[in-house]
C-alpha cells in the first residue's frame, strides 16, 4: 500500500488562479478529509466524504470545492485562489471501523504546501 | 476561535526524562481526545486516545491524562528518546465527523 499520497508537494499561485490539490488513497477506505494548517492554529477540517458521490462541509469550507467520483481519489479545488488560502494542506482517511486502532483513527498524507501572491 | 488549545508552542527534555505536553479545551460537549505526532515533511500520526469515561489510558511509554472538570488533558512520556522529537498535536471531537486540533507543541528530546 503507498498509503495516502498526495500531489503536488509545493505549489505557488497567483490570486485569482484555479487549481486542483490531489489526493488518492489505495486502502479502500471510505472516509477521507481534507485539513489546512496555518500559523498559530491548528488542522482545520475543510471538508470530508463518506464515501464516493457523498462529500460535506467541515469547519472552513469556503473557497473550496470537492468531488469523490471514486473510493480512491478526493480531489480538492480552488477554485479562484486567494492570500489567505496560502496554507499546508492534508489529505487523510480512514480505515473502515474493524482495522481501526481507535473509532477516530486517520491516516494522513505528507502535505501539499500552497503559497498565493 | 480555537476550542483546542497547546499553550507551550516548544518544550526541549533531556533523553530518559520524562515529557509532559498540555492541552487545554473549551468545549464540554468534546467527549473524546486524540494525541498526534508529526515529523517534518510527513502527515500527523495517530498515537494515543482517551475517552471522556476514562481518565488515563496507557500504551507503553505513552500515558493520557484527562481532567475533565478543568477540561485539560496531558501526555506523558517516559523515558523520552530522541526519536519522540516532534510536532505532538491534540485533538478532540463530540462524535462526529470532524476532529479540533490544537496548535502544536515542539518536542525535542536531548540525547
Known amino acids: 500500500n503507498a498509503g495516502v499520497t498526495q500531489t503536488p508537494k509545493f505549489q505557488v499561485l497567483k490570486t485569482g488562479q484555479s487549481m486542483t490539490l490531489q489526493c488518492a488513497q489505495d486502502?479502500?477506505?471510505?472516509?477521507m478529509s481534507w485539513y489546512r494548517q496555518d500559523p498559530g492554529m491548528g488542522l482545520r477540517l475543510i471538508h470530508y466524504?463518506?464515501?464516493?458521490?457523498?462529500?460535506d462541509q467541515g469547519e472552513v469550507p469556503n473557497g473550496y470545492n470537492v468531488s469523490r467520483s471514486t473510493t480512491e481519489d478526493f480531489p480538492l479545488r480552488l477554485l479562484s485562489a486567494a492570500p489567505s488560502q496560502t496554507s499546508v494542506y492534508f489529505c487523510?482517511?480512514?480505515?473502515?471501523?474493524?482495522?481501526?486502532?481507535?473509532?477516530?483513527?486517520?491516516?494522513f498524507g505528507p502535505g501539499t504546501r500552497l503559497t498565493v501572491t | 476561535d480555537q476550542q483546542v488549545k497547546q499553550n507551550s508552542p516548544s518544550l526541549s527534555v533531556q533523553e530518559g526524562r520524562i515529557s509532559i505536553l498540555n492541552c487545554d479545551y473549551t468545549?464540554?460537549?468534546?467527549?473524546?481526545f486524540l494525541w498526534y505526532k508529526k515529523y517534518p515533511a510527513e502527515g500527523p500520526t495517530f498515537l494515543i486516545s482517551?475517552?471522556?469515561?476514562?481518565d488515563k489510558n496507557e500504551d507503553g511509554r505513552f500515558t493520557v491524562f484527562l481532567n475533565k472538570s478543568a477540561k485539560h488533558l496531558s501526555l506523558h512520556i517516559v523515558p523520552s528518546q530522541p526519536g519522540d522529537s516532534a510536532v505532538y498535536f491534540c485533538?478532540?471531537?463530540?462524535?462526529?465527523?470532524?476532529?479540533?486540533f490544537g496548535t502544536g507543541t515542539r518536542l525535542t528530546v536531548i540525547p
Open positions: 487523510a482517511s480512514r480505515p473502515p471501523k474493524e482495522a481501526r486502532r481507535d473509532p477516530y483513527e486517520q491516516y
Open positions: 486502502m479502500n477506505h471510505e472516509y
Open positions: 466524504s463518506v464515501g464516493a458521490g457523498i462529500t
Open positions: 468545549n464540554s460537549m468534546f467527549d473524546y
Open positions: 482517551i475517552s471522556s469515561i476514562k
Open positions: 485533538a478532540a471531537t463530540t462524535g462526529a465527523n470532524n476532529l479540533f
